[in-house]
DNA sequence: GCCGGTAAATAGCCATAGCTATAAATCATA
DNA sequence: TATGATTTATAGCTATGGCTATTTACCGGC
């Protein structure tokens, strides 16, 4: 057994880090979605944001309320999702994170396609510290060429 | 621009896979923290699994219904908390994806106890082939003696 | 300018995961 | 053995995140 004493109490607290995130998780992705809309198609509208998320149109409606209260995101009806400065800034720090993560499993050796299913699961939980453990790694692999 | 045409219906999939994890990632928490209890304790007490989880006592006896539903625990009352064998099997199985995604972030240079914060989201998102290329990994290390 | 079709919003349902407050069951002990 | 303390279960609330069915609003073409 190398670890875990496990203080009730820490270790109370991580589950809750981790219930924590996954509340910020949905958020991210939409956010996240948008913004690629935008990029895309010049613009975010509710169906097309349902049928990238792979849910109904109520549930994106719904999401994007929630967007709204956070204020994260604003809409026109009929005309629109746009984010918000916060969500803009939000949006471009997922998608790097994103990407970073992605780069990562890949370097590590996990498959491209498995690596894009896991990254976005994963990412949410990742941590500034170890996100930059990640770009640490991706800039030592980088500068020895290939994996070695 | 890397990658991404990004074939919307793929990408629906991504996300729902990722939801689809997070429907079993308590019952996943729940079950290594039953199994824990009975190796530290020689029994799992709601009250206990409640404490350790961070949740409020009828919290924990609701999940553990849940559990039960999916034949991964059964309980007497007043008398604890059982996994059945399928539950143990899950539990072990946790355990030791849990150990190995702290030890890899460890080796990629995150700190430990960072390793252990992240690691308790992140776990649940994991699949059978990014593990395997965590333990490759991990193997590697090992075998080099340290990092270089 | 009306009218049909599409897009979005609303209504109303389900399950999960949390909570507090309360009831019930068990245990321990006087 | 009865009683008080502890433990578990239950009731009933909130919010999230799904869904289908329906209504409402908009837009384009005739």
Redesign the interface.
Known sequence: M?D?P?H?KD????????RE??SVALLE?YVEMIG?LHAELGEARVA?IA?????AQPTATKAISRLKREDLATSRPYRGVFLTEAGTLLADRVRARH?TVVAF?VA????AD?????A???E????R??LK??E??LANVDARGRRR
């Open positions: 190398p875990q496990a009730p270790q109370a607290d991580r589950f809750a880090r981790a995130s996954q992705d690629d097309d049928e990238r998320m792979g849910v990407r499993l590590v050796g996990v498959p498995v690596a894009e299913l896991d976005e699961g994963i949410h939980h990742v941590s510290q170890t453990a990640f640490r790694y």
